[in-house]
């Protein structure tokens, strides 16, 4: 849904990222994830982007930045500015280890009734439709755990949004460092919502990237 409505003023391009969608079976690494961001950059072929990464993406992004930032104009982390190390890491790490015996039919199963009971079927439906990443799930975590905190804001040189749901305790819990750690960072909140922010109130969503976006200094 944000794709259509952003590129009505913006070129957008969204990602499969290793291990999702269309590279469902390209085995998972964050080396791999930044080579795609950066290709999926240079296919709209105008400068420096604007990376928007949710979760998992957000981590993604915040490892593009470090690795390729002449590509980058600016970045919205969502739903990713919580420390990925120390003990907060613990339960995922132990989710990480129960999801591969789990059969992965009955957790997509459990998923899609989960989407379609919170939200509308015009929301969820492209999702449930590509299908999850539960395999990749082990291995992204294993990298991305103990790996990024508050610090990796230092490799951003450009504007950051990190924009959070109100109601996702878990994966806002750093905001406030991250937004320290930078000096053009801000948080913005969307009332009301959880970790699948754009899902739970997508134009809030939409309208907080477009603003960003409009207000990032032009390139050159």
């Given at each position: 849904m944000q794709l259509a409505a952003l590129r009505e003023e913006f070129?957008?391009?969204?990602?499969?990222?290793?291990?999702?969608?269309?590279?469902?079976?390209?085995?998972?690494?964050?080396?791999?994830?930044?080579?795609?961001?950066?290709?999926a950059v240079d296919s709209l072929d105008r400068g420096p982007a604007l990376v928007v990464g949710h979760s998992l993406g957000g981590y993604a992004s915040l490892e593009f930045a470090r690795c390729c930032p002449e590509r980058l104009r600016g970045m919205v982390l969502a739903g990713a500015s919580a420390s990925t190390r120390g003990?907060?890491?613990?339960?995922?790490?132990?989710?990480?280890?129960?999801?591969?015996?789990?059969?992965?039919?009955?957790?997509?199963?459990w998923n899609d009734r989960f989407l379609r009971r919170l939200y509308p079927q015009e929301v969820v439906e492209a999702t449930i439709r590509s299908g999850y990443a539960f395999h990749t799930l082990p291995a992204a975590w294993a990298e991305v755990l103990g790996r990024f905190d508050a610090?990796?804001?230092?490799?951003?040189?450009?504007?950051?949004?990190?924009?959070?749901?109100?109601?996702?305790?878990?994966?806002?819990?750093?905001?406030?460092?991250?937004?320290?750690?930078?000096p053009h960072a801000r948080v913005e909140l969307i009332p009301r919502a959880r970790h699948l922010a754009n899902f739970d109130d997508p134009d809030a969503f939409t309208d907080a990237v477009r603003r960003f976006a409009r207000r990032l200094p032009a390139v050159g």
């Open positions: 070129p957008v391009v969204a990602i499969d990222l290793p291990g999702h969608g269309k590279r469902s079976t390209q085995p998972w690494s964050l080396s791999a994830a930044t080579e795609i961001i950066a290709s003990l907060w890491a613990t339960p995922y790490r132990w989710v990480a280890r129960l999801v591969p015996r789990l059969p992965a039919d009955r957790l997509a199963r610090d990796a804001m230092r490799h951003v040189k450009v504007p950051v949004l990190i924009l959070n749901g109100e109601r996702d305790p878990v994966f806002r819990a750093g905001e406030a460092d991250f937004a320290r750690a930078h």
